[in-house]
Structures are given as C-alpha cells and as structure tokens.
C-alpha cells in the first residue's frame, strides 16, 4: 500500500492518537521543556546524542534529523522525503527549528550532530508549514470525493493538522491534464501532482529506467515522460505506492473500493522465488489490491507489476467449489459429490492399482508453488502412507533474474520442497513419470498443485490411459477435466502457510479471503486422504503441521510462526 501515513506525533500526556483512517489530533504548538545538554545520554565512537523535542536520541553519524526523529517516535511530516529514495528537499514541510541556526532547516537533509537542540513543533515552525500547506492547495483540485487515494493522502492529513480550513485563492486555478494513461497500468491526473519528484527519483534510482521528467517551468511544471516512453517498465506500480497524493492511480484499483473498507492483510507474494512482503486488501471477500509490505532483508520497499496483479487469478480463472467424481471411469462426465464419497473413491482407485499392477505403477507431481505444511503432508501421505515410490516437483521458469527483484524461478517454494526431501524441482523427473503414464507404466497418478497440460508435455490421451487419476488444485484446469476424482482447494490468499525463498528465508503467507464453496487447505485434503490409509496424528491446523515438519526437518528446526513473526527467519544452510 502507499507509504503508512503518520499523525503529527503528540506528547505522551495528551489525548490518545486516533485510529488509523480518523483525523488525528493536533499537535501542540510548542514543545517540551528540553532537559540540559548536559542530560544528553552518551554516544559511542561512531554515534551522536542530540534531543529532539526534549526527547534524547542517539543515532549513528549521517542520521539525519527526521530519521533521528523517527527513532524516538516522533514523525516529522513531509512529502518529498522516502526512506528508499535520495534525498529531494524539495517540498520543505520538513522544516524544524534548531538551535544556533537562524533559518529553519529540512529535516530530511540536515544530518544529526552531537549536542543539537531540535524543535520540530514550535509556533514558527507551524506558521511555515502552514503557509507550504497552503501554497500547496492554490492550484489543487478539490476532488477527493473521487479520488482512490482519499484516506491515504498526505495532503488531507496534513490539513487536517496545518491547514486553515479555507482557501484565500479566488483565482482561476493552473489547469492541468487530467485522467490519462502515463502507462500501461498507471494514470496520471497532472491536477493533483504537487511536484514532490518521488516517481523521478523512483525511475532513475531503483528500476533506471528513467522515463519520466519535470518539464515546464514555475506554477507550470508538469511531470511527464519522455517522447516514446511511457512508464511501462517492469516495476511501474511503485511509482503509485510512493505518490503521497492521488497522482498517480493503478488502473486496475481504480474506483474498485474506498481504502477505509480495505483489511490489509500481511502475507507473501507467490510470484516468484523472491517471496516479496506484501499486504493483502481485502475487502467483501475479494483482493482488490496487493501492495509491498517493508522488508530490508528480502523486497525493501518495492515489488514488481507481475506480482502486484498475481492475485488476480483467484477472480479470473474457472473455480470448483465442490468435490467432483467421474461417474464411470473412462467416459463419465464429472458429477458433484460429497467430501467423503469423493475421498473413499479416490482412495479405493489408488490401491486397485497397487493391488493389480504394484505401487510401482503410482506416481505423483506435486507444486512448488504449495506451502511448507503442504508439502510435507504430501511427502507424509504420498510417498509413506499410500508408498508412491516416485514423487516429482514441476519447475516453472521464465525470463531471466534481474538486478532488482524479478526471479526467473515463478515458483515460491523451491527451496522448501528440497528441504522437505521431494527434491527440488526437476523437468527430467516429471518428463519420466508422464512418458511412464503414456506408456501405461504407471496406471495411477495423483497431481497436487499443478495443471500438467499446461505446459504441454503431454497429452489428454495418455491421461486417459490411466486407471487413476487423482487431482488436488484450486481451479478447474485441464488436468481437472480430465481426473477421475477431482477435490478443491484453496487458492493463493486463502491459506494460512509457509513458504521459503530461493535465499533460504521462511516466511509465512497468510488467508485474506475465505475459501469458495467447500475449498479446503491442500494439507487438510491430503490429511483426510491419508487417513484412508492408516495415518495418525492430528493435524489440526496449519501451524500444528508445521511444527511436526520443524521437529523432524533439522533445516527448520526451532522454527515456529511465532518465531517466524511479520519478517520471516532464515532456515539453517541458507
């Protein structure tokens, strides 16, 4: 989601800050009492100690002033500043009175120095950043109304706290251009853009691509592209989340859903093996949006277009919403069923093949785009409780890695599936059980997470040849239509689960939405299926299955959701 926005902090004896999306209260318009420098708490070799507000700090040399505040809980407003991006000092909302210097400085550049007295809250202070809050508004449009970033923008945040409530400007105000593609999926209301240069700066720092420019002059200049380059680069949606106003809009949130009705969920992207931190915003049982969530260790700030519109295909791709069976083996249609038929069946169909032909003639694919908890109880049940002697794991690859975040392995959990003992993922592997199946070696398959026509390796008759085909996922793909027993389950964001990157962090991916129609996590359907031969233990949720897999996998060990938190935590060898 756009950048967390942060009420002017007030003393810790006043009134309650307001929950989040509600006007937050002002702030005083002088500070506390500084104590003496002499008070100052003392600094190490590479550090300084100051006081902010008559609160002590100390920070590392080259801290500047509103980080140094930020570290002692108190957010000095700005615009132009973000952590991820060069320093601007274009916006001046930042401004702060320090002592011995006669002018206010920015915060956002102006470096911490041992023994400095900052004042972010006095009456000047407030007189300028009222006066910027009112320069900026003269030639802003008045429609929050219909703009997707109210409840996110700075702008109305900041009035609240520095605003007049009125406007002095009787003026026509500048006109710009308004609603209009900058990008494949971005839009631009010039009107609304107040120069601050974040999306610049974002462009010719983090993916350098460099598409977009000030052009213009004075109350004239206009962010815009350059001839022939739209902002279409791979991490283009960026350049939204950091927009402190309703500048630019991601074409395909537009007018979906006010954000004060969003439920931002904390979760994993699935996209790919960089495992990128991402909030869900739920809202009415659907995703409409998911947005980078901060974390220094594995995304920073940012996430790629692809993944930012992953979700999308829980909404456009066909859904199952109930166990189906196939009334006669070889011809029948597929028929709805209940839960327990369709597992009796699937179970009685997987042991007449290893009753006629050996458990040699069972196999089973399983997807590296499952969680940890799935696939362990894929390893549990597959290959000990029913014995499928050859377990595959599909690789899924496309393009090349980047230097940012793109990876060219689309699968989440790789390295989990390795971890867990399935093997990492092998095209040889899958290749052999298929052209297995062709031949009528094996004569029972059953497919987890995985649409094995779609990659076109093989074909819907040598599907047809088996005697078994069992197939677990969360939509009806082709390999659904043609299965014998089909059983739903849930779709990315329906889940609570695990999932470890390509560098060796797990982290935990979480439900937003509820399942649809009898959807149930892969590890509860290969649970109750298990059961069908001999398998104890309870598996009661998602963090119990875990906590067996990280008593008995030493690269796990010691690993919980608790320990795991909102950040992950690294597997042992990563």
Same mark, same amino acid.
């Given at each position: 989601?756009?950048?967390?926005?942060?009420?002017?902090?007030?003393?810790?004896?006043?009134?309650?800050?307001?929950?989040?999306?509600?006007?937050?209260?002002?702030?005083?318009?002088?500070?506390?009492?500084?104590?003496?420098?002499?008070?100052?708490?003392?600094?190490?070799?590479?550090?300084?100690?100051?006081?902010?507000?008559?609160?002590?700090?100390?920070?590392?040399?080259?801290?500047?002033?509103?980080?140094?505040?930020? !570290?002692?809980? $108190?957010? /000095?407003? &700005?615009?132009?500043?973000? +952590?991820?991006?060069?320093? =601007? *000092?274009? %916006? #001046?909302?930042?401004?702060?009175?320090?002592?011995?210097?006669?002018?206010?400085?920015?915060?956002?550049?102006?470096?911490?120095?041992?023994?400095?007295?900052?004042?972010?809250?006095?009456?000047?202070?407030?007189?300028?950043?009222?006066?910027? !809050?009112?320069? $900026?508004? /003269?030639? &802003?449009?008045?429609?929050? +109304?219909?703009?997707?970033? =109210? *409840?996110? %923008? #700075?702008?109305?945040?900041?009035?609240?706290?520095?605003?007049?409530?009125?406007?002095?400007?009787?003026?026509?105000?500048?006109?710009?251009?308004?609603?209009?593609?900058?990008?494949?999926?971005?839009?631009?209301?010039?009107?609304?853009?107040?120069?601050?240069?974040?999306? /610049?700066?974002?462009?010719?720092?983090?993916?350098?691509?460099?598409?977009?420019?000030?052009?213009?002059?004075?109350?004239?200049?206009?962010?815009?592209?350059?001839?022939?380059?739209?902002?279409?680069?791979?991490?283009?949606?960026?350049?939204?989340?950091?927009?402190?106003?309703?500048?630019?809009?991601?074409?395909?949130?537009?007018?979906?859903?006010?954000?004060?009705?969003?439920?931002?969920?904390?979760?994993?992207?699935?996209?790919?093996?960089?495992?990128?931190?991402?909030?869900?915003?739920?809202?009415?049982?659907?995703?409409?949006?998911?947005?980078?969530?901060?974390?220094?260790?594995?995304?920073?700030?940012?996430?790629?277009?692809?993944?930012?519109?992953?979700?999308?295909?829980?909404?456009?791709?066909?859904?199952?919403?109930?166990?189906?069976?196939?009334?006669?083996?070889?011809?029948?249609?597929?028929?709805?069923?209940?839960?327990?038929?369709?597992?009796?069946?699937?179970?009685?169909?997987?042991?007449?093949?290893?009753?006629?032909?050996?458990?040699?003639?069972?196999?089973?694919?399983?997807?590296?785009?499952?969680?940890?908890?799935?696939?362990?109880?894929?390893?549990?049940?597959?290959?000990?409780?029913?014995?499928?002697?050859?377990?595959?794991?599909?690789?899924?690859?496309?393009?090349?890695?980047?230097?940012?975040?793109?990876?060219?392995?689309?699968?989440?959990?790789?390295?989990?599936?390795?971890?867990?003992?399935?093997?990492?993922?092998?095209?040889?592997?899958?290749?052999?059980?298929?052209?297995?199946?062709?031949?009528?070696?094996?004569?029972?398959?059953?497919?987890?997470?995985?649409?094995?026509?779609?990659?076109?390796?093989?074909?819907?008759?040598?599907?047809?040849?088996?005697?078994?085909?069992?197939?677990?996922?969360?939509?009806?793909?082709?390999?659904?239509?043609?299965?014998?027993?089909?059983?739903?389950?849930?779709?990315?964001?329906?889940?609570?689960?695990?999932?470890?990157?390509?560098?060796?962090?797990?982290?935990?991916?979480?439900?937003?939405?509820?399942?649809?129609?009898?959807?149930?996590?892969?590890?509860?359907?290969?649970?109750?299926?298990?059961?069908?031969?001999?398998?104890?233990?309870?598996?009661?949720?998602?963090?119990?299955?875990?906590?067996?897999?990280?008593?008995?996998?030493?690269?796990?060990?010691?690993?919980?959701?608790?320990?795991?938190?909102?950040?992950?935590?690294?597997?042992?060898?990563?």
């Amino acid at each position: 989601m756009p950048e967390p926005f942060h009420p002017v902090p007030i003393p810790p004896t006043g009134p309650a800050p307001a929950p989040p999306g509600l006007r937050p209260d002002r702030a005083p318009s002088e500070p506390e009492a500084a104590p003496p420098a002499a008070d100052l708490p003392p600094a190490g070799p590479d550090e300084v100690a100051l006081l902010i507000d008559g609160r002590p700090a100390v920070v590392k040399k080259g801290t500047t002033v509103l980080e140094a505040a930020a !570290q002692v809980g $108190l957010i /000095i407003p &700005h615009y132009c500043y973000h +952590p991820g991006l060069s320093v =601007a *000092g274009n %916006c #001046r909302m930042c401004l702060v009175e320090i002592e011995k210097m006669p002018k206010l400085q920015i915060g956002c550049a102006t470096s911490a120095a041992q023994g400095m007295i900052v004042r972010t809250r006095t009456e000047r202070v407030r007189a300028t950043r009222t006066g910027i !809050q009112e320069f $900026l508004l /003269i030639n &802003h449009p008045l429609d929050c +109304p219909i703009c997707d970033q =109210a *409840g996110e %923008c #700075r702008l109305q945040q900041y009035e609240a706290d520095y605003g007049k409530g009125y406007s002095r400007f009787d003026e026509e105000k500048v006109h710009f251009p308004k609603r209009y593609a900058i990008g494949r999926n971005v839009m631009f209301d010039a009107e609304r853009c107040i120069k601050c240069t974040r999306c /610049i700066r974002f462009c010719d720092e983090i993916s350098r691509t460099g598409e977009l420019t000030l052009l213009e002059r004075g109350d004239h200049t206009i962010v815009g592209t350059f001839p022939g380059r739209p902002l279409d680069n791979l991490y283009s949606g960026n350049t939204v989340d950091i927009c402190p106003v309703g500048a630019l809009t991601w074409k395909p949130f537009r007018f979906k859903a006010r954000v004060w009705f969003l439920r931002n969920v904390p979760s994993v992207c699935a996209g790919c093996a960089r495992g990128c931190n991402v909030d869900l915003a739920e809202y009415r049982n659907r995703i409409h949006r998911m947005t980078p969530r901060v974390n220094m260790d594995v995304n920073r700030y940012w996430m790629c277009d692809e993944g930012r519109m992953s979700h999308a295909a829980l909404d456009d791709r066909p859904r199952f919403e109930g166990p189906l069976l196939r009334a006669a083996c070889a011809t029948g249609p597929l028929q709805p069923a209940a839960w327990e038929e369709a597992l009796d069946r699937a179970a009685d169909l997987l042991r007449e093949v290893a009753d006629g032909s050996g458990r040699n003639a069972l196999a089973g694919i399983v997807s590296a785009r499952l969680s940890v908890e799935d696939l362990y109880m894929a390893k549990k049940v597959l290959g000990e409780a029913i014995g499928i002697p050859r377990l595959a794991v599909p690789p899924h690859e496309s393009g090349e890695d980047d230097d940012l975040l793109i990876r060219r392995d689309r699968t989440p959990n790789a390295r989990g599936a390795a971890l867990i003992g399935l093997g990492a993922p092998d095209v040889r592997r899958v290749r052999e059980i298929l052209q297995d199946a062709a031949s009528g070696r094996v004569r029972g398959l059953v497919v987890v997470g995985e649409d094995i026509m779609e990659a076109g390796i093989v074909a819907a008759e040598a599907l047809d040849r088996l005697q078994a085909l069992v197939v677990i996922d969360w939509w009806k793909s082709p390999t659904v239509d043609l299965a014998h027993v089909a059983l739903p389950a849930c779709g990315y964001g329906e889940f609570d689960g695990t999932l470890v990157n390509f560098e060796g962090r797990a982290q935990r991916a979480r439900a937003a939405v509820r399942p649809r129609g009898e959807a149930e996590p892969v590890w509860r359907v290969l649970r109750d299926l298990g059961r069908r031969f001999g398998l104890g233990g309870e598996y009661a949720t998602a963090s119990g299955v875990f906590d067996e897999a990280a008593a008995v996998l030493p690269p796990i060990a010691g690993l919980s959701y608790r320990v795991l938190g909102s950040l992950g935590a690294l597997v042992k060898g990563a």
